[in-house]
Structure formats: structure tokens, C-alpha cells
């Protein structure tokens, strides 16, 4: 189960391409806004393919207060990696959205003959771990403005489409509350805000509300280092 979740391309999602083995495993929810679907602590009897909404993935702390560990998009996995290395789910999903998943049982998976579902949950897997050494590399080794700037081009629809960073003026808006963001970053909410008020004053972002303007994409790029 992904603690954070990244800006990919639709192409690098996980999700994005399954073994039509694996997909005839698979068992078609619809999910409404607010509807739990799985609690904490809960069996783990399944795994889940997010198709469309948007999942929150929620864990109550000690105190009784909930933290929100990532939000899953379409074309993302949930649960896979408790359904092999646990019997319990750590945390609760709720439905953001009103959702379409694939729910995956366990049994089905263990028991399939096709040695392509075996397959591509070991390359699944594989390929979460590489994206938490990322993260972990993110959130040890960058700076706060760096780790932002990183985000904010994950977000630029210019730049998923494979912009080189040659427009100027992009504007997108913000995908959720700045206090999760600052949560997915790995930040308090008061130096995201501190954050973007001193890239606004150096002129890299414009803030209006809950949309960013990006007068430069060149100058935008230039904080990110050398990736």
C-alpha cells in the first residue's frame, strides 16, 4: 500500500497495462462518495485497481485522531503489497469520489495457473520500491523548494505531455487542499505557504487563489536539479 502518491504519467502508472489473465480476476465495484471500503485492521483478503474517483487512504493515530497517508488515483494500485505481506490492512480506504474499482481476492491470485499474474505482481511490486527509494531520496536529501518545484511541474499539463519547458505562462490549479499537500510532501502546512510565498516573491510561481501561474517554465526547471 503506497504511502504517498506520486505524479506519474499515465504510461508509468502501475495500473496502466494488466495481463488478461490477471484482468479476468478481476471483480467490478461501484463505490460511493464517502463509502468506506475497507476498515483499518480490517482481513486482507483483497487488493484493489483504482479505474476512476479517487480513493483517500486514512489511518486513526493512537490519540484518535486520523492521518491521511495518500490519495490514489485512476490507474493505481491499493492494498497489494499488505495482500502479500500481511493479514490486516493498516489503514481504512474511503471513497473521495464516487469510484469504479477491480477488487482482486487473494485466493484467486494465489491460485491462477498463468504464470503472467505472478509475474506482473512481482514487477508491480518491484516497481513501488524503486518509487519509495525515490520518495525517501526526495524527502532526506531535498530541499523544501526544490522538493515543491518538483511537484508543482508533476502538476503542469504542458510538461506531462512532454514539454521540454518551453511554454511560459502555464496556469492548472491546485489538485487538493494545501494542508495535504504539505502532507504528501513531507512538510508542515506553514512552510508550504512559507515555501510558496518566497518562490512568488523570486518570481518562479504566481499564486491566485487555488490556481499557480508559471510566468517561466525554464526558470521553474532550474530548481530541480540536473534529473
Known sequence: MPLLNNNRSEDERPGSSIPSALAALGLRRKVASGVILFQQQAPA??????????????RQSRSGGEVELARIGPGEWFGEIILFAAQVFPAQAVAVKGCIVLEFRRSAILSSPDPAVPSFFLSLLARKCLALNHRIEELTIMDTRERLARFIIGLCPG?????????TN?????????????????????????TLRHMEKEGYIKVKGSRLEIPSCDSLLSLVGDD
Open 45 to 58: 483478503s483483497s487488493c484493489f485497481l483504482l479505474e476512476e474517483g479517487e480513493i483517500a487512504l486514512r
Open 159 to 167: 510538461h506531462m505531455s512532454g514539454c521540454k519547458g518551453g511554454l
Open 170 to 194: 502555464c496556469s492548472f490549479p491546485l489538485p487538493r487542499k494545501k494542508r495535504e499537500i504539505a502532507v504528501e510532501l513531507g512538510m508542515a502546512p506553514e512552510t508550504l505557504s512559507r
